[in-house]
Structures are given as structure tokens and as C-alpha cells.
């Protein structure tokens, strides 16, 4: 009998290998043989940039320089600062400075005009980003074709808005979006725990059409005819009303793989698993349909894995060496399997990031032997966060606590500013 088992193990374990390639390979295909697309400057539509600040992320006046300083003709960005005392206001207010906006590492004045304010109406029925959103888009006129949304902790390149925008070229496509890819630098085991959850991610979100807030590009004339704007001041998180407007009206969601951007944190175990449950909660909440699914198919895979490692090592010490072999066997395909896949997409990031102009670390290092151990972690982490995901109510999300009941059921229930002006990642060697 426990033979039996081990054998369906295996062969459960292989199809699920399998299952995995097979879904990474169109990802893969999709980063590898992707082609740049930009159009001629009299093609490209007006733009308006919106980013929503609140606490000062470790890179924010070069991020925002570098959005100053975009190759694109015709552009304008719009900021919403938390509040006069936030952190980030200070730096918004140096950086776009008229003795700033000359930038020296690029030796050149910025190519666009950045009005920047703070968040006048903290709306309770949804984030505050959200919030900031809302505001931000009563601000733009009419004249603007396009609306952008930029994360904090974007570090675009020159090209990055023209990549982005181009893709909208084509009638039927509504957005366009990009992604991350965590590049460490220190390399905590919390760090690599999310950077591999976070391979997961890329592929489920492009094989979704799940689209990236933090480099997202929408018609503007979909922002009004899908009454975007009315949902997201019911919204917890920008992308996921954007995904649904799209399907509403029968536009596609373009992923550009070009823009796979480097975030290059460093965090500790514990905020991987809270900054993981924290995006689980918001697949569930935007994709309640497909949710069981995911969990079910989540839950029996890891399951799956889990316990044949349990039982091979159960096996071997009772010397029954023909079952332990069946369920060893197993979990090493769906080890390799795994482990193969995700090194085959970070080469494939690596290699378009470096294309972007930027940096990426050392692969061949200590890091690259903590891999193993942070998958094998990842698998209990992941576990962890989608259990907890399914079942939590109240998200803390940059100090601030809410209510998530549905995808148009939000509460904001604690709008003190921490003690700690962001919430930083913490770094656990």
C-alpha cells in the first residue's frame, strides 16, 4: 500500500513539474523574444504620470528624476504627497526645485512639467492611495490621452514611458503594464524568500493578464467610460478595478516585457510573508472566480511535495528503501523542476534589465547557494500566506489599517502615521 502511495506521489509530483513548465514557458518565450516597440514623437499621445507617495522610499528623488528625465515629447506628472509632514513631501518639494531640475547626472533640464500637492480628501471607503488617485485624475484635463501610474519605488529608465505607451498604438489593446523583479543586494534568506514567491507571481500575473500598478499605462478615454475613477474611490489597490475594466470593455491588457524593473530591497522573513499575504489578499479580492482554484491547485501541489519529503525520510529510517525512493524521486523532479524554471526567468530578467542600461548583481556568489534553502522555505511561506490570505479581513498596508471585505467593500480603520515613516523592510542576514 505505501508503496502504491509513493508511486501516485511521484507521478503526481511529475505532472505537476510539468504543469509548471509548460505555464513558465510562455513567459519565458515572452521575455526572451520580446522586441522593444516605440513609435515616432509625432505618434505618441499626450501622457499624464500619477504617483501617490506616502513615507520616503530609499530611492525616491532618483526615482523621480529619472521620471523627470524620460525621452518622451510630451509628458506631465502629477503627485499626491500623504501629507505636509510625511517624509516624502521634503523631497519631492528638493527634487523638483528649480535649482534641482538640473540634473547633474544627466546633464540635461528635465522634459517635463511635475505638479505636485497633498492629499486633500482622506476618503474612508477606500486607501489612501486610492485617494490619491482620485484626486489626481480630477486633476488632468481633457488634453492628456493617456494616464500612467508610477510606483514610489520605480526606478524607470530613459525609454521606459515610450516602451510603456507604445503598445497602445493597437485599437484593441486598453493598458499596458510591466513588471518587477527583485534583484537583493545583500541577499537576506527574506529577500530571496520573496524574490522566488515573486517569479511565481510574473507568471501567474501574465498568464492572467493581472496587471502591475507600479507601471501601468490606461487609455484615458477608458478611465472615463468605464467610470474608473468612481471605483477606485471604492478600492483598495489601483490594478486590480483596471483589470476589470479592461475585460468591461472587451479591450486587451498588454504585458511588455521590456519593462521587467529592477527593485533591489532587501527585507527579512517576516515582511516577505506579510508583503506576500499582502498580494495574495488582493488577487483573491479582484479574482474571487479563480480563487479556490488557485488554492486548491496551490494547497495540492506544496501538500503533495511536503509530504513526500516527510515520508521519504519516514521510509528510509524504517529501511523500506523501494518507497523512499518513489517519494525522494518525486520531490527531486518537482525540485529541479522548479529550481531550473525560476533560474531560466531571473537570467531572462537580468538580461532585459541590463538592456535597460542598469546594473544587476553578481548571480554566481553566496546568493546563489542560498537558493535552495529559500525555495524550500518559499514552499512554507507561500502556504502560509495563502491560508491567511483566504481568510483575513483587516491589512495593514503602509501603517494604515483596513477592512477588505470585497473588491467595493473597503474601510479604512486607522489613518495614524507611524513612527516609522514607511514601512521599511527590515534586513535579516
Request: aromatic share 8%; glycine share 6%; charged share 15%.
Amino acid at each position: 500500500m505505501l508503496l502504491l502511495m509513493a508511486t501516485i506521489a511521484f507521478w503526481a509530483l511529475f505532472g505537476f513539474a510539468a504543469v509548471n513548465a509548460l505555464s513558465t514557458a510562455f513567459t519565458l518565450a515572452a521575455l526572451i523574444w520580446h522586441r522593444s516597440e516605440e513609435s515616432d514623437d509625432g505618434m505618441l499621445p499626450k501622457v499624464a504620470v500619477l504617483m501617490c507617495l506616502r513615507g520616503a522610499d530609499p530611492n525616491l528623488a532618483g526615482g523621480l528624476r529619472r521620471l523627470m528625465h524620460q525621452r518622451y515629447p510630451n509628458y506631465e506628472i502629477f503627485i499626491a504627497v500623504d501629507s505636509e509632514t510625511d517624509p516624502a513631501w521634503d523631497i519631492v518639494k528638493q527634487t523638483i526645485s528649480p535649482e534641482s531640475v538640473l540634473d547633474a547626472t544627466i546633464d540635461q533640464p528635465a522634459a517635463c512639467t511635475v505638479h505636485a500637492s497633498t492629499l486633500r480628501n482622506r476618503l474612508t471607503t477606500c486607501s489612501l492611495k486610492c485617494s490619491s488617485l482620485v484626486q489626481l485624475l480630477d486633476e488632468i484635463d481633457d488634453s492628456f490621452e493617456v494616464v500612467v501610474l508610477a510606483d514610489s519605488d520605480l526606478e524607470s529608465h530613459s525609454s521606459w514611458l515610450r516602451e510603456l505607451v507604445a503598445p497602445l498604438a493597437d485599437p484593441t489593446v486598453g493598458a499596458t503594464f510591466g513588471n518587477r523583479w527583485f534583484l537583493p543586494t545583500i541577499g537576506s534568506m527574506g529577500s530571496l524568500v520573496r524574490q522566488v514567491c515573486n517569479g511565481i507571481g510574473v507568471v501567474t500575473m501574465h498568464l492572467g493578464q493581472i496587471p502591475w500598478g507600479g507601471s501601468l499605462a490606461i487609455r484615458a478615454s477608458v478611465v472615463n467610460q468605464s467610470g474608473l475613477r468612481q471605483t477606485l474611490a471604492r478600492s483598495i489597490v489601483d490594478d486590480g478595478p483596471v483589470r476589470v475594466a479592461m475585460k468591461k470593455q472587451g479591450l486587451k491588457l498588454r504585458f511588455v516585457p521590456s519593462l521587467m524593473m529592477a527593485n533591489r530591497e532587501d527585507c527579512d522573513l517576516r515582511f516577505a510573508h506579510s508583503f506576500l499575504t499582502r498580494q495574495l489578499k488582493w488577487t483573491k479580492t479582484y479574482m474571487a472566480d479563480w480563487w479556490p482554484a488557485m488554492l486548491m491547485y496551490t494547497l495540492g501541489v506544496l501538500g503533495t511535495y511536503i509530504a513526500a519529503i516527510v515520508l521519504s525520510l519516514a521510509c528510509l529510517q524504517q529501511g523500506l528503501r523501494s518507497e523512499a525512493f518513489w517519494f525522494a524521486a518525486g520531490a527531486a523532479v518537482y525540485s529541479v523542476t522548479v529550481m531550473t524554471l525560476w533560474l531560466l526567468l531571473d537570467l531572462a530578467a537580468r538580461r532585459i534589465i541590463r538592456a535597460q542600461g542598469e546594473s544587476t548583481p553578481n548571480m554566481l556568489g553566496p546568493q546563489l547557494l542560498k537558493v535552495p534553502v529559500a525555495m524550500l522555505l518559499s514552499v512554507f511561506v507561500h502556504i502560509s500566506a495563502m491560508i491567511r490570505a483566504t481568510f483575513l479581513r483587516s491589512v495593514v498596508w503602509r501603517g494604515v489599517t483596513y477592512e477588505v471585505h470585497g473588491p467595493s467593500d473597503v474601510q479604512l480603520l486607522d489613518d495614524r502615521m507611524p513612527e516609522v515613516s514607511l514601512e521599511t523592510p527590515n534586513v535579516s542576514l
